[in-house]
């Protein structure tokens, strides 16, 4: 494949991802600070209410009754986890995790990122009850990382964003693997077989050059449910979902641009060859070349690029908003802060303000120094910590553990108050350590 074409493959979907991420990052700052004042407010009762409002689906005898955050925690973050899939696939097929030499750096430093957190949590509350929270540290939100890289504009070159976003989606997978294995709840083998069997379907589809979305959206659905009924966390349903989605074209994009300029050459010769060009020229013929046109666009996006492409705005700016709106809203009061000095608060905010940007430096150093993987030329590694740092921004990925880690649990408002917290100080920390170290670097260079 020619080096341009390969470059826009990769380029084009990132840039696209980074306007989106950039923005909901900022969005989700807003909306948080809304969900605390409403928590704190003398209508803080009303928060309570409207987040644990039952609401039932029934399609006949068969129905599902769930508080409006579980519907939430347990069904639109189910969306958000699928596109989290289709975006590890797209990065493994065509991304930065395309080939071991530009994945080596970003994963040793998502490896670090996600061992060091967990030890320091670990060290803190081994032995307590508070044990259960030890993968809050390892999360990373991409959305409020990428949200503050965006307010330093140029002085963060595009290579540190990519290592930023490779990282976060090793993170994520890091991520899905300790929910699907450690947040299950007691097991429904017979559910979590029918889940199974359905994937299995599914994969066939795949295998069988399946392109129609509706066939995987209503299996989708029924694995979903599956997964719901088993014990093992319905999200998970999303990423394997994802796993399945066809990322091939049905037409090469050699065909597609042949059989496009072949249309567009006709049209041009059957207007030049006719003044003014509405004599003799039917409507229905330039409408036909039209669609066809239209249907090779559509032959030659993949379902997989059709659906992150479709789905990543409703995640990015509706998604992960009401989930932040319906989690982040903790009240802060005399019992929540007398507890701050904690093992499980401080073992989260040591574990990401200091776990994550060690683990993910002293990681792709060692990468470094052994030669497994080498860090571009284009960042220094002062902007390489400053974005470490930013990897301490646990937020919505860390609530999310949290919620599964304390169920029902005092322990669930004291965990939000210290991913807040740490999360605050991960990014302020990241965004000053680039935007004046940065600016020293380049005053040295000249």
Request: aromatic content about 12%; charged content about 15%.
């Amino acid at each position: 494949m020619p080096k341009k074409t390969l470059f826009r493959r990769i380029a084009y979907p990132f840039q696209e991802f980074l306007r989106a991420e950039a923005f909901s990052g900022i969005l989700l700052i807003i909306i948080t600070l809304i969900a605390l004042a409403w928590a704190n407010s003398p209508w803080g009762a009303s928060y309570v209410k409207t987040w644990n409002t039952v609401l039932t689906i029934q399609l006949g005898a068969f129905g599902l009754s769930k508080a409006a955050i579980l519907w939430i925690n347990d069904g639109l973050m189910a969306i958000f986890f699928f596109v989290v899939g289709l975006e590890i696939k797209r990065e493994t097929l065509t991304g930065e995790l395309s080939t071991f030499r530009s994945a080596a750096f970003p994963v040793m430093g998502a490896i670090g990122g996600m061992v060091v957190p967990a030890g320091i949590f670990v060290l803190f509350n081994q032995g307590l009850d508070s044990f259960d929270g030890w993968g809050i540290p390892m999360a990373t939100d991409i959305a409020f990382a990428i949200g503050i890289l965006s307010l330093l504009g140029p002085r963060v070159p595009l290579s540190l964003k990519l290592f930023l976003v490779a990282y976060a989606i090793v993170d994520d997978i890091g991520a899905v693997m300790v929910i699907a294995l450690f947040y299950t709840a007691d097991l429904n083998l017979l559910a979590l077989w029918v889940a199974l069997l359905v994937f299995g379907v599914l994969l066939i589809f795949n295998a069988l050059r399946v392109r129609n979305i509706l066939f995987y959206s209503l299996f989708g659905l029924i694995m979903w449910v599956a997964f719901l009924k088993s014990g093992v966390h319905a999200t998970v349903a999303g990423i394997l979902l994802a796993v399945t989605i066809p990322a091939r074209s049905k037409i090469s994009e050699q065909d597609f641009i042949s059989s496009t300029d072949t249309i567009l050459g006709e049209l041009h010769a059957t207007h030049a060859a006719h003044k003014p060009p509405q004599e003799n020229f039917k409507e229905e013929d330039f409408q036909a070349a039209v669609r066809t046109i239209e249907t090779n666009c559509e032959e030659v996006r993949s379902p997989l690029h059709r659906l992150e492409h479709a789905l990543h705005p409703w995640v990015a700016y509706a998604i992960m908003p009401v989930f932040a709106l319906s989690n982040a809203g903790i009240l802060i009061n005399s019992e929540l802060t007398d507890g701050f000095s904690n093992p499980l608060t401080w073992g989260i905010i040591l574990g990401l303000v200091v776990g994550k940007p060690v683990g993910i430096v002293l990681f792709t150093l060692l990468a470094s120094v052994s030669r497994l993987a080498r860090k571009p030329a284009a960042y220094s590694w002062t902007q390489l910590i400053g974005v470490a740092f930013l990897g301490g921004i646990g937020f919505t990925m860390a609530i999310f553990i949290a919620n599964l880690a304390f169920v029902n649990s005092t322990y669930l408002p004291q965990a939000k108050l210290a991913i807040l917290c740490a999360s605050f100080a991960a990014g302020l920390l990241g965004y000053l350590l680039l935007r004046f170290g940065s600016k020293k670097e380049t005053e040295d260079d000249v």
